[in-house]
């Protein structure tokens, strides 16, 4: 009986090692992967309107959050929340010229301003001289026709999706770890390592979600602390409801 119990109590401590523990409401951290070829997507009515502004010559050459090295003579951008890889039509609302861009960055980081472009891309909008510019965002169409009705509609303020906060990113996995040590002793156990794979270079990008709206994710950053500087909202899925 006794050697029979020992049987039993082996087998059940088995099949616990060997069942996946899944996260439940996003409060474990984990590790995910992801390929910086998979087509990100937004909603095809969102749109944005704001103040954008451009960066050149101090960034250049410097790897922007995609992993690539910022190059200002591409057509790319740097949105804080939009997901990287989406292709967006851009409209300077005080000359209507458009412009397609490619988000491949993060930014601006001045809170009246929606997005940074190129400088190639604010050559084109017509806005080099003067700074920045008021201009509508919205999802890239090929073929896309001006639509005034879009222009002159209100910015999409009720987003829903997937958001999370990015604490820091890394070249080196180890210093990933000990960022998630650091938000865990700190109280914050909803982490996770995003690997992105680019063409150049491996990123490893320390992370804090899910979070389903756009307005909560924002009140989180907020209550993160100066402890973490530099961090800022992200999303991987948009959807309205």
């Known amino acids: ?7 039993m109590q082996l087998a059940l401590l088995l099949m616990a090692v060997a069942s996946p523990v899944f996260a439940q409401d996003n409060d ?3 590790t995910t992967e992801k ?6 997507v937004i909603p095809a009515d969102y749109k ?4 954008a502004s451009w960066y050149g010559e101090k960034f250049q050459g410097k790897v922007t959050a995609s992993g690539d090295p910022y190059d200002m003579e591409k057509l790319t951008a740097a949105h804080n929340y939009l997901p990287l890889g989406v292709k967006v039509t851009v409209t ?5 010229k458009s412009i397609a861009v490619i988000i491949n960055d993060r930014g601006p980081f001045v809170p009246d301003r929606i997005i940074d472009l190129s400088r190639a891309a604010a050559r084109q909008l017509g806005f080099i001289d003067a700074g920045k510019a008021k201009v509508l965002i919205r999802p890239y ?3 896309a026709k001006k639509d005034s009705a879009a222009i002159a509609g ?6 829903y999706g997937a958001f999370y906060i990015q604490v820091g990113a890394y070249k080196v996995k180890d210093n990933a770890d000990r960022l998630v040590e650091r938000l865990r002793k700190a109280g914050f156990h909803n982490s996770r390592i995003v690997r992105v794979v680019t063409d150049s270079a491996q990123i490893f990008k320390v992370q804090l979600g899910l979070y389903k709206t756009l307005a909560k994710v924002r009140a989180a950053n907020m209550k993160i602390g100066s402890g973490f500087p530099g961090t800022f909202v992200l999303a991987d899925v948009i959807q309205d409801k």
Not at 92 to 96: A, E, M, P
Not at 154 to 159: F, R, T, V, Y
Request: net charge negative; glycine share 6%.
């Open 1 to 7: 009986m006794i050697i029979r119990f020992f049987i």
């Open 28 to 30: 474990q951290n984990s």
């Open 35 to 40: 390929n910086a070829s998979d087509t990100p």
């Open 48 to 51: 944005e309107e704001g103040i």
């Open 92 to 96: 300077n609302l005080g000359n209507d």
């Open 141 to 143: 169409r090929a073929e």
């Open 154 to 159: 209100p910015s999409q303020k009720k987003l």
